[in-house]
């Protein structure tokens, strides 16, 4: 049974910059894939994007291409999601989450989930 636990979210003004980490226990990153959703207020959970040594990194949402980007460490087995040029839309609570199975955009894909660390971007 793998284990995420996210950390890194505060608060940032417009235009600022985050590196929220997923570290991950009883699964080797080589096995599985982690994707970082996102869950703003009122609104469903998102696939922000995943990540697996078969097909790289993948993102699923056009307004943080060029923005976000996320990074395995092997040697931590943790998974980093980077976010630069924050937007007041970005705030919510980041998910990562864990499958044994490909990368998805769909909640539903994953089995292992962490708590969630809170971005809010505001001025």
């Known amino acids: 049974q793998a284990q995420l636990v996210e950390s890194g979210g505060d608060l940032r003004q417009p235009g600022g910059h985050l590196r929220l980490s997923c570290k991950v226990s009883?699964?080797?990153?080589?096995?599985?894939?982690i994707g970082w959703f996102r869950q703003a207020p009122g609104k469903e959970r998102e696939g922000v994007g995943c990540?697996?040594?078969?097909?790289?990194?993948?993102y699923y949402l056009d307004s943080v291409k060029g923005r976000f980007s996320i990074s395995g460490d092997n040697a931590k087995n943790s998974v980093d999601l980077r976010l630069n040029l924050l937007k007041p839309e970005d705030t919510a609570i980041y998910y990562c989450?864990?499958?044994?199975?490909?990368?998805?955009?769909?909640?539903?894909?994953?089995?292992?989930w962490g708590q969630g660390t809170q971005v809010t971007v505001s001025s």
């Open positions: 009883d699964l080797r990153l080589d096995d599985g894939v």
């Open positions: 990540i697996s040594r078969r097909e790289g990194a993948i």
């Open positions: 989450a864990a499958t044994l199975n490909h990368c998805s955009r769909y909640a539903s894909s994953y089995d292992f």
